[in-house]
């Protein structure tokens, strides 16, 4: 079914029309999906501003009440402000998918087109873009400026392991992406990835744990605060996607994973003949080029750079000065890091 298409309104003006359409008849299409996760993103500014007033109310000064409402309505404004952004962000990604939902062929019925993991690398090729062969290590580190002004300076290990994840009948290889700032562990997180038959590796999802120290504490160890980002191909209406196909061509857009308002992550391929330097590794007019982005945070770009038979060499945050450089490469069966690889 065709589905209409909304003038992108303030959130506040919107949310009637929409709730009295989505009431009469559902419908089909990544914009139709982009207006019921507008509603939603509005209801979800309601509740917070609420519970707000809520908190505003429990007060015997009336000075106080007066001030909190104040900030929680200020704050209601720059979210429904974030609201409108994501939605002009999800329309513009439907218009690049010509409306087309995340229709992927992942799960049970579709088990036969992968390949077992553990066999990659032995007698099943890898994707060049992503060598997913037990043993595999980068090493990455990250450096410049983030959004809010400080200093980047992490480190970052990804391993390929021989564990296995079975999700939506299909096997998928646990990755450990560890990463560190200041020598402390910030970041561990297990990503599920599979193979197809045709070489392409699919997203199948992630638990991502997330660290912090308190000043304070003894001892000093850091704590797990949340585990936001993860997500299950099959689990709350999360649905897989392809991560990197094996033969990427210039234009491509591809959905990496859905979970809406949670995971959005997308790549368009913008070239094959990119160049680039890091450490560990470097390529001419050789390497895979990736615009990559989600609508949950508009505006926000990235470049990543692959090489072949090495995978990712170099990411760049366009109009900033975060980089990211492979520092070693070590190849499973290699006693060591793997340095110097030229392309």
């Known amino acids: 079914m065709k589905s ?13 029309l929409l709730s009295t ?4 008849a559902a419908e089909t299409g990544c914009i139709a999906s982009a207006q019921s996760l507008f509603l939603a993103c509005g209801f979800n500014v309601r509740e917070g501003y609420l519970k707000g007033l809520a908190v505003c109310s429990d007060t015997n000064s009336q000075a106080k009440a007066d001030a909190c409402v104040a900030e929680v309505r200020g704050g209601m404004a720059g979210e429904n402000e974030q609201c409108d952004e994501v939605f002009a962000a999800r329309r513009a990604l439907c218009d690049k998918l010509g ?19 553990l066999k990659i690398g032995v007698t099943v090729d890898p994707n060049p873009w992503f060598p997913l062969v037990q043993g595999n290590r980068w090493v990455y580190e990250a450096s410049g400026v983030d959004d809010e002004g400080e200093e980047v300076d992490e480190t970052i290990v990804v391993s390929v392991t021989g564990d296995v994840k079975l999700i939506e009948g299909i096997r998928c290889l646990v990755v450990r992406d560890a990463v560190s700032s200041d020598g402390e562990l910030v970041e561990d997180t297990d990503d599920w990835f599979a193979q197809d038959l045709q070489g392409n590796v699919w997203y199948c ?18 704590e797990l605060v949340d585990i936001e980002g993860s997500w299950k191909s099959g689990r709350d209406g999360a649905e897989a996607g392809m991560l990197l196909p094996f033969a990427p061509t210039a234009g491509q857009v591809i959905r990496q994973e859905v979970l809406f308002a949670d995971a959005e992550d997308v790549i368009e391929i913008e070239s094959l003949t ?50 990211l450089e492979l520092m070693e490469f070590t190849q499973a069966g290699q006693p060591s890091g793997q340095s110097g690889v030229k392309q």
């Open 205 to 222: 999802g992630e638990i991502s744990k997330n660290y912090e120290l308190f000043e304070g504490d003894e001892p000093e160890v850091a």
């Open 4 to 16: 209409k298409k909304l003038m992108c309104l303030p959130v506040g003006l919107c949310l009637g």
């Open 99 to 117: 409306n087309a939902v995340h229709d992927v062929g992942f799960g049970e019925e579709f088990a036969h087109n992968f390949v077992d993991p």
């Open 21 to 24: 359409a989505f009431v009469h």
């Open 274 to 323: 990119g160049s680039e330097s890091s450490p560990a590794a470097s390529c001419t007019e050789t390497c895979l080029v990736t615009l990559d982005y989600t609508p949950l945070e508009p505006g926000v770009y990235e470049n990543k750079y692959y090489l072949s038979g090495v995978g990712l060499i170099v990411e760049t945050k366009i109009d900033s000065d975060e980089r």
